[in-house]
């Protein structure tokens, strides 16, 4: 007992004779900075897709658009002639004069695919879905020409489509893993489906039993399908998914009934296996998640976004799924931080960390820069 009183009071005598900047000190965080900007609409925007850090596109309900070609100082925003009662779940932006949308209504035709060449003075039709009981969720793309659109299953088939030249569509629903039974996906603000490099994609999928992941790594001409842990029923299942390289990504979701239901999981090789991270604080559903080193067409403006392991999550919940709030991590759900002050966004994306955005109701456009 003498010898460990006596250790005791060393010990403590070398703690006061240290000087005060040797102990640790916890790590300061650094919340990104958020700046409202003017879209220009009142509409609900839904979907973003910045280009690089100056142009960026953005689209929703009524038919509406919206482009920035100056990081976001200024918006411009049209509506696509004959789309005034549709939404455009989906935008894919490739330059400040070309960009696609995708739109879903209440009919099966009112599922297309429009383009612009022009900055969105006028759009062509490209694909218009004849399927009774279609429902179109996201798509993405590996170049300006090379594409792949999701569809939720159907009479037991997955009935996505490719596009090798940006300009005509084909079915590859023979080329689809077999879907569970209910299996589909949320739209997610177009997050259902990411693609990297020039031939990974990955599709997140719910509704039934497994939430599952459908991947390919040759550019869609073969698919397979993991089961990830996140919870799946009707209402919920997996909702976002992104990859920062062709091994490390993450998946969002949870159960839209559910107040408080984040979940969130990460891969290391290649969407293969997964596992859950901690819980993100976001109320309801990860709804969409981006990561802040840049999306596919924009990683040439940050050489170390394979690498940059920093995840930003919006949240969608009940009974009004537009009060859901956001969050960050910077090492791929381990730890998170609240984003005060950015609640009721939909969508996001980034070009690199210092240039990203939230869309959302009433035309909210929010830029973050971390």
């Not at 392991?309 to 919006?314: F, G, K, L, N, Y």
């Amino acid at each position: 007992m003498k010898n460990n009183l006596l250790t005791f009071l060393i010990a403590a005598v070398v703690l006061l004779s240290l000087p005060q900047n040797s102990f640790a000190q916890a790590p300061t965080v650094h919340q990104p900075t958020l700046t409202p900007q003017n879209s220009g609409t009142t509409q609900l925007l839904i979907a973003v897709s910045p280009v690089n850090s100056q142009i960026v596109w953005a689209a929703g309900t009524g038919g509406t658009y919206a482009v920035t070609t100056d990081g976001g100082s200024h918006w411009t925003s049209g509506i696509v002639p004959g789309a005034e009662a549709l939404q455009f779940r989906d935008v894919q932006g490739v330059s400040a004069s070309t960009a696609y949308l995708l739109s879903i209504g209440n009919y099966a035709t009112n599922f297309q695919i429009y383009k612009t060449v022009n900055g969105g003075a006028t759009w062509t039709t490209e694909f218009t879905n004849e399927l009774p009981n279609a429902f179109y969720d996201c798509f993405a793309f590996w170049t300006p020409t090379n594409g792949v659109a999701h569809d939720d299953s159907e009479n037991g088939i997955f009935p996505d489509l490719l596009t090798t030249n940006g300009k005509t569509w084909q079915s590859i629903a023979n080329r689809m893993p077999p879907p569970l039974p209910g299996e589909a996906s949320f739209s997610s603000s177009g997050t259902c489906i990411t693609t990297q490099g020039s031939s990974n994609a990955w599709i997140t999928t719910g509704g039934s039993s497994i939430s599952r992941i459908l991947y390919t790594y040759d550019g869609g001409f073969t698919w397979n399908a993991s089961d990830t842990p996140l919870t799946s029923s009707s209402s919920a299942g997996g909702f976002s998914v992104a990859f920062r390289n062709p091994l490390n990504g993450v998946v969002g979701g949870g159960d839209l009934s559910s107040s408080n239901n984040a979940q969130m999981a990460v891969s290391d090789d290649g969407g293969q296996s997964w596992s859950l991270t901690n819980t993100p604080p976001v109320q309801g559903a990860i709804f969409c998640l981006a990561y802040a080193g840049g999306m596919h067409f924009a990683n040439v403006e940050n050489g170390s976004a394979e690498n940059n392991r920093t995840v930003v999550v919006t949240g969608e919940a009940p009974p009004n799924f537009d009060s859901g709030q956001a969050a960050w991590s910077p090492d791929e759900g381990q730890t998170w931080y609240p984003l005060p002050n950015a609640s009721g966004y939909w969508g996001c994306g980034f070009a690199n960390p210092g240039a990203g955005w939230f869309v959302g109701n009433n035309g909210q456009i929010l830029k973050i820069s971390f």
